[in-house]
């Protein structure tokens, strides 16, 4: 059925760039808005960045404004996080998510989700 694989994650140190990827497969991919959720260790998974079913629009926490950029490209059901200037606190597995519901930061309003990608960030 509907599976969604992120992948990129790794180890960086602070300062420095990751690129993840989120394919998705069994489902209409353009009808869905793409989001990115990140878990701490020992913390609830928290919104990060949204982006609209036509890629037009995006919506972010106010944390993340200008270090992480969303986008999609639909042709290859594909959804990309690049995040830049990475900090430490930026540690954690990082999850992709469609919606029905269109461009929304809450968890709860995602439909399908994917396994998670490690993202480390060390000194």
């Known amino acids: 059925q509907v599976e969604l694989v992120e992948s990129g994650g790794g180890v960086v140190q602070a300062g420095g760039s990751l690129r993840l990827s989120c394919t998705a497969s069994?489902?209409?991919?353009?009808?869905?808005?793409m989001g990115w959720f990140r878990q701490a260790p020992g913390k609830e998974r928290d919104f990060v960045i949204a982006i609209s079913r036509d890629g037009g629009n995006t919506y972010s926490t106010d944390f993340v404004k200008g270090q992480f950029a969303i986008s999609r490209d639909n042709a290859k059901n594909t959804v990309h996080l690049q995040m830049n200037f990475l900090r430490p606190e930026d540690t954690a597995v990082y999850y992709c998510?469609?919606?029905?519901?269109?461009?929304?930061?809450?968890?709860?309003?995602?439909?399908?989700w994917g396994q998670g990608t490690q993202v480390t960030v060390s000194s």
């Open positions: 998510a469609a919606s029905s519901y269109g461009l929304v930061g809450v968890s709860t309003l995602y439909d399908y």
């Open positions: 069994g489902l209409d991919f353009s009808t869905y808005a």
